[in-house]
């Protein structure tokens, strides 16, 4: 019996069908220890030695595999075929060593297989090979060094710029890479031009054709300034005549795209069926687990040998031979520092149709996707009839082109199965996309109509998660394991946010980026980080010793640390403020001081950072107390702000003043300014700028008395809390529908809204339930509830991550999730882990892993079968 240990269950179930009752396969659940997040873990002092961790779920895996281990006739270590596999494989060894499961002749093998097919497993067992101590070193580098930028950044953050959360070394580079697109957006000046063009007809079928040239000098885009300069070329073309001077036809080939990699896979997942790269990522998981496509983590373009045989195959039965090249494509990777250890990401099994397959939806898309893209890039190249026709219109003693442009697809070839149609006039405006009518030199069209059109120059798009990792490939940030890792990382932190699929950088996340262009410039330029990354490659191949790399590394950067200890924080908030100016003082439509106090007219405005973040406040504080919050300020809101911030009038019963005011939450108004004084925030939907008097003493006479109860005698009160506006009556709430109401409401309506909710026992809404599993501890519901998704068993919640659709969630993961709130003292139940392990005995078979049983063995404090990934998960 020989022991196999592979990252995850699900793909420990599938390895297990191939190898039969000679193996026992077991899954170590991802990494089994870490760096402890503290101050030590790396240690540059002692030769950069390393600290590691075994947490309390993995402890339990160990124990597994050492106890499997008895008597075993050798340890197989199948992870993943790349460096974090290799590191993977690497930990297990090394605590298996330390613990003595091991015995002196137990003979140990490293297995890698970029399928988990029965085929792909077979042979890598037949080829065993020792552990490839260059990956790991490779990979002790990266942990090195993002720990180290990490611990050591991130408290000089925490110190200059309260409120800022983290640093890293990859997610700040992509911080800036938005924060910075952000800028160009804020700096750019739109620029008005005109177009002109005519819709003519030939044969009855109508075209359009646009203003080429005038007096013979080509009219470029931006040539035609104003309304009344497009006027007078549209009168002029209105009273011509019309000949085709010149008719151009030129085939064209359209080349299939390659294969997926990592990112391109991210990038068409996003745009063509709306998945975030860290949801692909996922789906590919398993996809990969079961064994239906190849190693989802790669940025190599080529396929196996045995894997473009398949695609021809497949072309020639599916669509023809046709479709199918001569030669077979051969495609070669073009990003910078590619990692070419695998083959591209593609279907096992290419005579496995998507529709065939029983596969939830969002798999299916994925799994459709990789088929199309992987069948496509072996097909033959579309073939397009490119078509430039040349308009002269005849006006005396003036020469003016029109010219009109189309195409006409007359093979589609790769496009007939990844790809799309050619649309019509109402729905593109790429010219070349535009079918023409048959034209000939010396064709007389006829005039429809001429338009002209008001534009104006658009600034450069934002960043979507898509174009972002593809604009990080190019750079050579980065790897293909850790693109999802960073922008989940920057979300997370509050450094950008999605809205729509555009990536928007929050200030918190400017003013970092600010920062860090300001006092540690080199550690988040491109070049460098694209030659860090070199440089670890050099580490993968054996070329350079890692601890020369880091040794290099931090003797530099130790230098640079050690230069901002002693900054002031005025000398920070200096530098910021000309950094950001454009951002947090846009220039003001009169063309004052844009830094000037609106509210005492004498100081200067300048970033003020407190407790909770960034503030602009007034030089002449104390005197004046303007504040905006930096968000208002960006917006150009900061007259409207100041309008407020400051007294809306005096309270006719205390006599005291009544300010509104801007605080970490949002605005609010304030009755007097006592050691304590009274409080309440704008409720929502209530505007800063448009807050009254009248408003403000409404807010501060909350919480209000209705009257009393007619049957308890108990008062009831109205007012607002965290969930909106609510009646109270003896402890017990029931929700008013509107903020309105909570001033108006009478004692006939409260009453009646008590009844209802009492009605219901002042019980909580039902959750509402999505799936329920069946448990050895009872059931487990997965729900939607007031605070989002959660898993139940028994009286034990645990939420359901972000990154998890609770509608996909498997029972592995649901026990993962309530083992881990258990541990974390989450629950008085007992952890399922516990009572597994009394019934069921040390020594695991490769049967017992495929029950749910086996997880609940062993608490998790992560997703099942989810692998940590390298750079930015640093916990700070």
Not at 122 to 136: E, H, N, S
Not at 236 to 252: S, Y
Request: one cysteine or more.
């Amino acid at each position: 019996m020989k022991v196999v240990v592979v990252e995850s269950p699900a793909k420990a179930k599938t390895i297990n069908k191939y190898l039969g009752k000679d193996y026992e396969v077991l899954a170590s659940f991802g990494h089994i220890r870490d760096l402890p997040a503290k101050d030590g873990s790396v240690r540059p002092d002692e030769d950069f030695a390393m600290s590691w961790e075994v947490d309390t779920a993995s402890k339990k895996r160990v124990t597994d595999i050492a106890n499997a281990l008895k008597g075993a006739d050798g340890l197989i270590l199948a992870t993943d075929p790349d460096r974090e596999g290799e590191a993977i494989s690497w930990h297990i060894l090394d605590v298996l060593r330390a613990k003595k499961a091991l015995k002196k002749d137990t003979p140990v093998q490293r297995v890698v297989f970029n399928a988990i097919t029965k085929d792909a497993v077979t042979a890598a067992m037949a080829k065993p090979r020792d552990i490839d101590m260059p990956l790991v070193d490779a990979y002790l580098a990266r942990r090195a060094l993002d720990y180290l930028v990490g611990f050591t950044l991130s408290p000089i953050l925490w110190r200059k710029l309260p409120g800022s959360r983290s640093a890293g070394r990859v997610q700040s580079v992509a911080l800036r890479l938005v924060s910075e697109r952000e800028a160009e957006i804020e700096k750019f000046k739109p620029e008005e031009y005109w177009s002109v063009e005519a819709q003519l007809a030939q044969g009855g079928k109508s075209f359009l054709a646009r203003l080429f040239a005038v007096d013979g000098k080509k009219t470029d885009k931006l040539d035609i300034k104003t309304g009344e300069d497009a006027g007078a070329l549209k009168a002029l073309i209105e009273g011509g005549q019309f000949n085709v001077a010149n008719v151009e036809k030129k085939p064209t080939k359209r080349n299939p795209y390659a294969p997926f990699t990592t990112s391109s896979l991210q990038q068409d997942a996003s745009s063509r069926l709306g998945l975030s790269p860290n949801r692909t990522m996922q789906i590919a998981q398993r996809l990969y687990e079961d064994g239906l496509i190849t190693y989802m983590r790669t940025d190599a373009v080529q396929m196996a040998p045995e894997g473009i045989s398949m695609a021809r195959s497949v072309i020639g039965k599916y669509f023809g031979e046709e479709y199918l090249p001569e030669k077979a494509r051969i495609y070669q990777t073009k990003a910078k520092n590619a990692q070419e250890a695998h083959e591209a990401i593609r279907p096992t099994d290419m005579f496995k149709r998507p529709e065939q397959l029983n596969l939830d939806a969002d798999q299916a898309k994925l799994y459709g996707l990789i088929w199309r893209r992987t069948l496509a890039s072996q097909m033959k190249s579309a073939e397009i009839d490119r078509t430039t026709v040349d308009i002269a219109v005849n006006v005396p003693g003036r020469a003016v082109t029109l010219r009109a442009t189309g195409s006409v697809v007359t093979f589609p070839g790769f496009l007939k199965l990844y790809g799309v149609e050619v649309k019509s006039d109402e729905d593109t405006e790429d010219e070349d996309d535009r079918e023409l009518p048959p034209l000939n030199v010396g064709d007389k069209p006829d005039l429809r109509k001429v338009e002209i059109e008001q534009h104006f120059t658009q600034p450069p798009s934002r960043f979507t998660e898509a174009s972002l990792i593809k604009k990080m490939e190019e750079l050579g940030i980065g790897r293909p394991s850790t693109y999802a890792a960073t922008l989940t990382t920057l979300k997370d932190r509050d450094y950008v946010r999605l809205e729509g699929k555009a990536l928007h950088p929050e200030d918190r996340g400017r003013i970092v980026t600010s920062f860090l262009e300001s006092f540690f410039t080199r550690y988040v330029e491109y070049g460098f980080t694209a030659g860090l990354e070199e440089k670890l490659d050099q580490v993968s191949a054996g070329e350079l010793d890692y601890k020369v790399l880091l040794r290099d590394f931090w003797k530099d950067f130790t230098q640079a640390t050690e230069e901002i200890k002693d900054l002031r924080v005025s000398e920070v908030l200096d530098a910021l403020n000309d950094l950001l100016e454009d951002h947090i003082f846009p220039p003001k439509a009169d063309g004052s001081d844009r830094r000037r106090c609106p509210t005492c007219g004498t100081g200067t405005l300048s970033l003020k950072l407190g407790k909770f973040g960034a503030l602009i406040g007034c030089s002449n504080y104390p005197e004046c107390k303007h504040t905006t919050q930096l968000s208002d300020a960006a917006n150009g809101n900061s007259s409207q702000a100041a309008a407020g911030d400051g007294v809306l009038g005096t309270d006719p019963e205390t006599g005291e003043e009544v300010h509104l005011k801007s605080g970490r939450f949002g605005p609010y108004v304030q009755l007097g300014d006592g050691k304590e004084p009274k409080r309440s925030s704008l409720p929502k939907g209530w505007e800063a700028a448009t807050l009254t008097l009248e408003k403000a003493l409404q807010l501060l006479s909350l919480p209000r008395e209705v009257g009393l109860h007619p049957e308890s005698g108990l008062p009831i009160s109205a007012g607002l809390g965290r969930y909106g506006p609510f009646i109270l009556h003896d402890g017990k709430y029931a929700n008013l529908p509107d903020v309105e109401e909570v001033f108006t409401v009478g004692i006939n309506r409260a009453v009646d809204l008590i009844a209802q909710k009492a009605a219901g026992g002042f019980q909580r809404a039902s959750a509402s339930a999505i799936k329920t599993f069946d448990y050895d501890d009872g059931p487990i519901k997965i729900a939607n509830g007031r605070f989002g998704p959660y898993a139940q068993l028994g009286k034990v919640y645990a939420n359901i991550p972000k990154d998890i659709k609770p509608e996909d969630i498997t029972l592995e993961q649901a026990v993962a999730l309530i083992t881990a709130k258990i541990e974390a003292g989450g629950g008085k139940k007992k952890a399922p882990a516990k009572k597994a392990a009394a019934k069921k005995p040390a020594a695991k078979t490769a049967a017992a892993a495929k029950k749910p049983a086996a997880v609940k063995k062993a608490p998790v404090k992560k997703a099942a079968a989810k692998k940590i990934v390298d750079s930015e998960d640093v916990p700070f």
